[in-house]
């Protein structure tokens, strides 16, 4: 382990006391201060650079650290890289090194210390304090001309532009990645950043303020005129940025300009119009087109099926992951068992194909591969539906199975709408519509049908309910009379 200096540590210890940071994890912070500069010097890295820190993190990350310990040591690393930006560490030559056994010279130095970083930041509260709310952005030093947050800058100050975000992104990144979201959530959240980084111009990331974003979502709703849900969307990828990645909270956004959100009525086919769809379609696209109706999934819930996910036995179909990372089960049509036992013996050959040729497996999700290396050529966990080709891993130049691409399956459902006669919008998540109105038009319980669907709230699921005529009595009437 790298031995820091004394006199290095014996500065940071007086910088943890000035912070206020509880004694029970100056320790901590100080085991986190070792790990950083034995990983700098380690890995040949600029310990007083903040790019050093980001890898840092990388690498804590590859670790498989826990949320709390990222947080502590990217604390321990910040408070040390602002102490050696203040010059704290790089004493003049004239001045003479401190003993960590002097306690008056070590006073002295504490009450410098504190005078030179209260200097730097007026506000009275240094990045990284441990008082400061999470949720605040940390003030920058007057010395850059930014304004203190939650103030307006002077009207004829020039906006600063051109700032990197290269951090930002990375951090966002992690965040995501701590708190394994999908990976379409991050393309998602990427997507609004840049978007909102080209309004800003580039603005420095620690300069940005609940002003920003008010424009933004305004410009989003008067200028581009986008739906309702998608200025949601983007509202939703800048508040995980700000809570997260800046944390911060941009408060309550009075007086923005918010697109107007109209009441969703979904499309739904009659069986007779899926009936038209189906016969358009070719193996094994209408397969999973059946599913979709007879089972009411998601497209990507349907995609992900492998071998395991079929209970011939128990009627079921076990879906995991699904959305939310929630699993539930649905019954198994009857009418489809003859066709899924055919398509595994389909899968079935063409796994066998595929040992013979020595690939690698199929894709597992999270870390199976490391925990069971050999469960992605087991045949319980091949793909229901697998794509044509291997996918081959640029890490390792293995070549593995993925299954079939959601692209497939939605240019052939619009190629078969195409061909009907249909007057309707059709898309692969129709069918979950269908599937849902169909159970609600045979007198299904709503709640049954929510369980079926796994909505969260049954607010989601009485949308239905605008979508097939209404069968119950209301007349108003006792039930003596019944």
Not at 30 to 35: I, P
Not at 411 to 439: D, N, P, Q, W
Request: aromatic letters at 10%; charged letters at 25%.
């Amino acid at each position: 382990m790298f031995q820091v200096p004394r006199t290095v540590m014996a500065r940071f210890e007086d910088c943890l006391a000035v912070n206020n940071v509880p004694k029970n994890l100056r320790g901590h912070y100080k085991k986190w201060l070792r790990f950083y500069l034995d990983f700098c010097s380690k890995y040949r890295h600029d310990a007083n650079n903040s790019d050093s820190s980001i890898a840092f993190r990388k690498k804590l990350l590859e670790k498989r650290q826990s949320g709390r310990q990222l947080q502590q040591a990217s604390h321990a690393v910040r408070l040390y890289l602002n102490v050696t930006q203040a010059n704290t560490f790089n004493r003049s030559p004239s001045t003479p090194p401190v003993s960590p056994d002097n306690i008056a010279e070590k006073a002295n130095i504490r009450e410098s210390l504190k005078a030179s970083i209260t200097n730097k930041f007026p506000s009275g509260t240094a990045p990284g304090v441990l008082s400061t709310p999470r949720n605040t952005l940390i003030p920058k030093p007057e010395t850059t001309g930014e304004p203190t947050p939650g103030t307006f800058p002077k009207p004829n100050a020039k906006p600063v532009t051109g700032a990197s975000w290269v951090v930002p992104f990375t951090r966002l990144d992690e965040e995501i990645q701590i708190r394994q979201y999908s990976p379409k959530t991050l393309k998602t959240y990427r997507h609004w950043l840049k978007r909102f980084q080209a309004f800003t111009r580039s603005k420095p990331p620690e300069s940005l303020s609940a002003v920003d974003v008010k424009e933004f979502l305004a410009w989003l709703a008067v200028k581009k005129q986008v739906a309702a849900s998608t200025q949601n969307q983007a509202f939703t990828a800048l508040l995980f940025f700000y809570r997260h990645v800046l944390q911060k909270e941009f408060g309550k956004l009075d007086g923005v300009a918010r697109a107007k959100r109209k009441k969703y009525i979904p499309v739904v086919l009659s069986r007779e119009e899926i009936d038209q769809i189906l016969s358009h379609l070719a193996p094994p696209v209408d397969l999973v087109v059946k599913l979709l109706y007879g089972c009411g999934l998601r497209l990507f819930e349907c995609l992900n099926l492998r071998v395991q996910c079929l209970n011939f036995d128990a009627g079921k179909i076990t879906i995991h992951d699904g959305k939310g990372k929630k699993d539930r089960t649905v019954p198994l049509p009857k009418v489809l068992i003859p066709e899924l036992k055919s398509q595994l013996e389909i899968v079935k050959e063409l796994h066998n194909r595929d040992l013979t040729r020595n690939f690698a497996g199929v894709f597992l999700v999270t870390a199976l591969n490391r925990k069971y290396p050999n469960a992605g050529k087991e045949f319980i966990w091949q793909w229901l539906f697998p794509a044509v080709d291997l996918t081959r891993v640029p890490e390792t130049g293995e070549y593995k199975r993925y299954h079939l691409h959601e692209t497939v399956v939605q240019k052939a459902i619009r190629e078969a709408v195409g061909k009907t006669t249909l007057c309707k919008r059709a898309t692969a998540h129709t069918f979950r519509h269908s599937y849902a109105s169909h159970l609600l038009q045979a007198n299904i319980d709503i709640r049954t049908i929510q369980e079926l669907l796994g909505h969260s709230d049954l607010k989601t699921t009485m949308i239905y309910t605008r979508t097939v005529k209404s069968v119950t009595i209301k007349e108003a009437t006792s039930p003596l009379d019944f």
